[in-house]
């Protein structure tokens, strides 16, 4: 029996900001933008010209979100990031300068300098400045199975009464990767495994063949799943549905027990950004500036009070931790498959998908150093590396089940995401929601500037819907960018429609916002009409 696993990355981005006078205000949040470039992006890329080069095809799963791709897509963007790296180099030399008697330390700042001159050069010369269609070339090649996903990182469950909501969700996020990628994806990324009922025939409405949910969503549904988790189902109208695994997350980011706690990791927690004065952290910060992380790390995870001298990272110690922890990462999973075949032997297969999120990767150092030991154990071993695609020959063949409403937040509800702190987000988002439905269907075949509003209220609403900021108020991960995030959207929407409603328009801010919000510029607000 053969036995698979799917390995997919589900890349984070919500909209900055990129216009000059922005870029100062948004600063920690560009920066954490381009540390996921530097240490999840373009080592993705790197190894897979790696695997390229030696002939051995590996196979990932990618998503890629339109947000994300109009980033990487701007010039402006480019620009701000490789002067980012020219940055951190000038504060990598004054931090050589401040221990130039501290050996083990400046061997660490040497290697950080020194790899951000590689990915100016990579990003540069290699990649041609274009690490979308870089994707896009290794999804060609057989290297990646690209997912599609909505216009925005919406929770599904909170719209489960406003389908012309999901709707136009689901077809600007398709029609995003048209216009970045050429052809419609087979896989849709339900948002942080938002599912409820009914929002399996929108989906398969558009032309997709598979989903992923939670596992919860298959082992609680009212049927129980014959084959659990290793297997794929269907929906009524035979939309696939795979289960996340959930402990292949455990096993590498719990708090307590994974893999990212080991002594020898790099310590996130400790980084000049918030230990050093800040007139000693020139040129990426600024006085009075909101300090963040700036990637000059020097210690390890032992936390050894009062004795610097036995937490200093060792590049060496991290390589051969990560050795340790990806063997045991495939041991455990090819034990589970081969446990799995046993229990239902009349299968022709059994899969597991596992899921990880790029922001986890990036706030883990050796993550990616981690991923291809492990990519590259599969592939010598028997447990076959696969695109969940690959596993559909027999899709109007597999067993229905109802799923059952689950989350891959919270305790597998999402409750984190309508929480004392943000919940009061949901009034505004929802009475916008039913403004712009109204606002479709009163002007239908409008023009001119009512076109140019229209078009961003209805991008403006979907920012706002962004889960991701409920998450950073809750979190209290800058709160502060999120709340403001949200409440300038609304703001928007709201302007747009006072002006609708009195007929009245200031073409200078709408020009302005039109600058300042230049994602989805194909947008046309008639995608939130009323469905028949």
């Not at 060496?316 to 041991?331: N, W, Y």
């Amino acid at each position: 029996m053969k036995k698979n696993i799917a390995i997919i990355i589900k890349a984070n981005q919500d909209f900055v900001r990129h216009t000059e006078a922005d870029v100062k205000k948004s600063k920690p949040i560009l920066n954490t933008f381009f540390e996921s470039i530097s240490k999840v992006y373009i080592p993705l890329l790197e190894m897979l010209g790696k695997f390229e080069r030696e002939g051995l095809q590996v196979k990932i799963g990618l998503v890629l979100p339109p947000i994300l791709c109009n980033l990487l897509s701007d010039d402006s963007v480019k620009d701000l990031y490789l002067g980012w790296l020219e940055e951190k180099n000038s504060l990598g030399i004054a931090e050589l300068d401040r221990n130039k008697d501290n050996e083990k330390i400046t061997s660490i700042v040497k290697a950080e300098i020194e790899r951000n001159s590689e990915l100016k050069n990579l990003f540069t010369n290699v990649f041609s400045r274009d690490l979308v269609k870089s994707f896009a070339d290794f999804a060609k090649k057989g290297f990646v199975e690209l997912l599609g996903t909505s216009g925005t990182d919406i929770f599904f469950p909170h719209y489960a009464d406003m389908r012309e909501i999901i709707s136009a969700q689901v077809e600007s996020g398709l029609h995003s990767y048209r216009q970045f990628f050429g052809n419609i994806p087979e896989g849709f990324w339900l948002p942080d495994f938002g599912y409820t009922p009914g929002v399996e025939k929108l989906i398969k409405a558009y032309g997709f063949s598979y989903t992923i949910a939670d596992a919860r969503s298959l082992l609680l549904s009212e049927k129980l799943p014959e084959k659990g988790i290793f297997y794929p189902v269907r929906t009524e109208n035979s939309l696939a549905l795979f289960a996340n695994d959930p402990d292949c997350y455990d096993d590498v980011f719990d708090s307590e027990e994974g893999f990212v706690n080991q002594s020898a990791y790099r310590n996130e927690k400790r980084d000049i950004g918030f230990e050093l004065p800040i007139e000693k952290l020139s040129p990426l910060m600024d006085q009075n500036e909101v300090r963040f992380e700036t990637g000059f790390k020097y210690w390890n995870r032992n936390f050894v009070k009062g004795d610097d001298n036995l937490n200093y990272y060792s590049v060496s110690e991290a390589g051969e931790q990560a050795e340790k922890d990806a063997a045991s990462f495939v041991q455990k999973r090819e034990e589970l498959l081969s446990s799995a075949a046993a229990s239902i032997p009349d299968s022709d297969f059994v899969s597991l998908v596992c899921c990880f999120n790029s922001d986890d990767l990036r706030s883990w150092n050796e993550s990616l150093i981690w991923l291809e030991k492990v990519l590259r154990k599969f592939s010598a071993s028997e447990v076959r590396l696969a695109f969940c695609k690959e596993l559909l020959e027999k899709q109007y063949e597999l067993e229905k089940i109802s799923p059952y409403f689950s989350a891959g937040n919270g305790t597998g509800y999402g409750e984190n995401l309508l929480s004392n702190r943000n919940s009061w987000m949901m009034r505004y988002i929802r009475k916008a929601c039913e403004r712009i439905v109204d606002l479709s269907d009163r002007f239908p075949n409008d023009t001119g500037l009512k076109t140019r509003l229209l078009n961003l209220g209805a991008k403006e609403l979907m920012l706002a819907q962004s889960l991701n900021l409920a998450k950073m108020i809750e979190n209290e991960d800058n709160a502060d960018f999120a709340i403001k995030r949200f409440k300038d959207s609304i703001e928007a929407f709201t302007i747009v429609f006072d002006s609708l409603g009195s007929n009245t328009v200031s073409t200078e801010w709408l020009t302005t916002l039109e600058l300042k919000d230049s994602f989805f510029p194909w947008m046309n607000y008639r995608i939130f009409s009323k469905k028949k």
